[in-house]
């Protein structure tokens, strides 16, 4: 069908807005990632300019002095293993609330989505107050539990959403083939439902890997320290080093940045897919 002036006029519009909101977006990115590689005399002079040399000194700087590696280990660790029980635990409770057949399913539903409107800020004192007496301060749990807690809701809302649209005669052939329940959650619904838990783990990947507070207030020992606490810290010994931070931040968006890009594909399908009954 062709397209009238004033359709083609404001799709021109829409264009020149999207172009120039992607660009207002990437631009910081790429003038971070010139800054990493300049001297702190050449940011002053040469602001918005390429890097006259190109060199690494500002990273083996935030690597050796900053010790951003042992920063990144320790984001890593609480980061995947916050993910991994999230989805585990989130993908079998959703299972059982969207699938099966009981009275309380709505109601359990409804409880677990309360949580979402928690702020954590509520929760710090009476956790540490927990933590302190299960003598777990300044460990990876008392990091991992909060995250896992604060991110339950979530998975359940996203991924419920989700499994109710799988048609349950899928479940029902399944079952008089002679499948069991288990059968049908793992050969079944699970590879159906994988763009939701895609979804699920890349939010909650972002959230634990970039949050400062749940770190800074339950971890005092610098070498358990992730790396928003890290960046901190760096700061505040390098307070003059400008490109050496920078090179820091990027360490710390790179992994994020990575993640989205790989699996975005999987994070729109499960945004939208639990919309769509059928």
Avoid at 135 to 150: K, S
Wanted: with cysteine.
């Amino acid at each position: 069908m062709k397209k009238s002036p004033l359709e083609k006029i404001w799709l021109g519009i829409k264009y020149v807005l999207m172009i120039a909101f992607t660009i207002m977006c990437i631009y910081p990115l790429i003038w971070l990632f010139l800054a990493s590689f300049k001297t702190n005399q050449e940011l002053y002079f040469n602001t918005w300019g390429l890097p006259e040399t190109w060199s690494l000194t500002n990273y083996i700087n935030a690597v050796v002095k900053g010790g951003v590696i042992r920063y990144f280990g320790n984001s890593v660790i609480i980061a995947v293993a916050a993910v991994l029980i999230t989805v585990i635990l989130a993908t079998m409770a959703s299972y059982a609330i969207s699938r099966m057949y009981w009275k309380l399913s709505k109601v359990t539903y409804n409880v677990f989505l309360l949580g979402m409107m928690i702020p954590i800020y509520a929760l710090i004192i009476p956790l540490f107050s927990v933590f302190k007496n299960m003598g777990i301060l300044n460990t990876y749990l008392a990091v991992i539990i909060p995250q896992i807690a604060v991110g339950f809701p979530m998975a359940i809302f996203i991924i419920c959403g989700f499994m109710d649209s799988i048609p349950r005669e899928l479940e029902e052939a399944a079952v008089m083939d002679g499948c069991s329940i288990y059968k049908c959650f793992a050969k079944i619904v699970l590879p159906i439902a994988k763009s939701s838990i895609v979804t699920v783990a890349v939010v909650q990947f972002i959230n634990v890997w970039n949050d400062l507070l749940l770190p800074r207030i339950f971890l005092t020992d610098s070498k358990m320290m992730t790396l928003p606490v890290g960046l901190t810290n760096f700061q505040s010994m390098y307070s003059t080093d400008y490109v050496g931070e920078i090179a820091a931040v990027i360490i710390t968006i790179v992994p994020s940045i990575l993640v989205y890009i790989f699996l975005h594909k999987y994070i729109m399908e499960g945004m939208v897919a639990g919309a769509v009954k059928g």
